[in-house]
């Protein structure tokens, strides 16, 4: 298999110009907290011959084709199996004084929708796994088999934001007393049947609910929740941070996490705002930055992109995060 072939990195080039004006330098680390087939990762070796790479992933599979990708570049880059809700871990661990830029692409990969077997995609039938992480023992099965009614019209209201996460979740619930649910068509088919024909218009009827799930199964938003703090905290002043959400929920709680750290803590009516008060970032981006026509035309993955991304202007206050990452390297 070509890796190149199948991979086309979103906003590749908007990434490494935001990135740059922190990476350029001979001493400069960055992250790439969300690997996947390594895209971005190899652009960014390419375009910076000093930089020092360290890419995290829970996908064994996609740690594997990386490293091969990555293989040219030599110990210039790093490869970690983990969750990127580790990173201020491994960061403390691979570049102690912080590093100059964190990459943050959020989502299924390619790879993971391209392999039919991992059972991602509602258009294709496959096992109902779903997990990022093979070697993780929660899948989508036995979500389906095992969670009751409430939790799952819980899971496909939050994380699907589904409208008839009720009625769904009873069908599930029927159907598992006869037959168990196994394959990715077989829950298409129930969830096909369970919405009413002018619904079905709107959009594939199974794709809030393969979201849902997928999202669980992960622990994905969770996984955000920690990661986004612990990137921050991880950057050396100067550091930039980029990051590409492909559905709201993600989008929302990057948004508010940028949103809290890029404004000043000052009580109102102070008439000097004192050093500790003043935001730890600026944003770099107005609103989110989006695919252009032409990219979403020659990779229609980018299309639901929400691109946002910070620079550190300060360090990490006293009290918070470890001293090895308060200054620059």
């Known amino acids: 298999m070509d890796e190149n072939a199948i991979h086309i990195p979103v906003l590749r080039d908007r990434s490494i110009e935001l990135l740059a004006p922190a990476i350029s330098s001979s001493e400069a680390v960055v ?4 690997l996947g087939m390594g895209g971005h ?3 960014l070796l390419t375009a910076f011959p000093d930089l020092r790479l360290i890419g995290i992933d829970r996908d064994p599979e996609a740690l594997e084709l990386a490293g091969r990708r990555l293989a040219p570049f030599g110990d210039r880059a790093v490869l970690v199996h983990a969750v990127y809700d580790e990173i201020d871990e491994i960061v403390a661990e691979h570049a102690p004084g912080g590093v100059q830029g964190i990459l943050l692409d959020l989502g299924v990969s390619s790879l993971q929708l391209d392999r039919t077997e ?29 969670y009751d009614e409430e939790s799952l019209r ?48 709107t959009g594939h009827p199974a794709k809030r609910v393969f979201q849902a799930l997928r999202i669980e199964v992960n622990g994905e938003l969770a996984a955000l929740e920690r990661a986004m703090p612990a990137a921050l905290d991880s950057l050396a002043v100067g550091g930039r941070i980029v990051v590409l959400a492909y559905q709201s929920l993600e989008d929302r709680l ?33 609103g989110a930055g989006r695919a252009s026509e032409e990219e979403i035309t020659a990779n229609p993955r980018a ?9 550190r202007l300060r360090p990490v206050p006293p009290g918070r995060g470890t001293a090895t990452r308060q200054g620059t390297p």
């Open 31 to 34: 992250v790439d907290g969300t």
């Open 154 to 201: 819980r899971i496909f209201a939050e994380y699907g934001e589904e409208r008839l996460a009720g009625r769904f979740a009873r069908r599930i619930v029927e159907r598992r007393a006869t037959a168990p649910l196994t394959r990715s068509g077989e829950l298409v088919r129930l969830i096909a049947a369970a919405t009413p024909a002018a619904l079905q218009r």
């Open 303 to 311: 299309t639901p992109v929400r691109l946002r991304a910070a620079e």
């Open 118 to 146: 991992r059972g991602f995609a509602y258009s294709k039938d496959a096992p109902l796994d779903m997990r990022m992480d093979s070697t993780a023992p929660l899948t989508a099965q036995q979500v389906l088999a095992e």
């Open 254 to 286: 990057v948004k508010r996490e940028l949103a809290r750290r890029s404004t000043s803590t000052a009580p109102a009516g102070l008439p000097v705002e004192l050093p500790e008060h003043r935001p730890e970032f600026r944003l770099l981006v107005r």
């Open 41 to 43: 990762a190899a652009a």
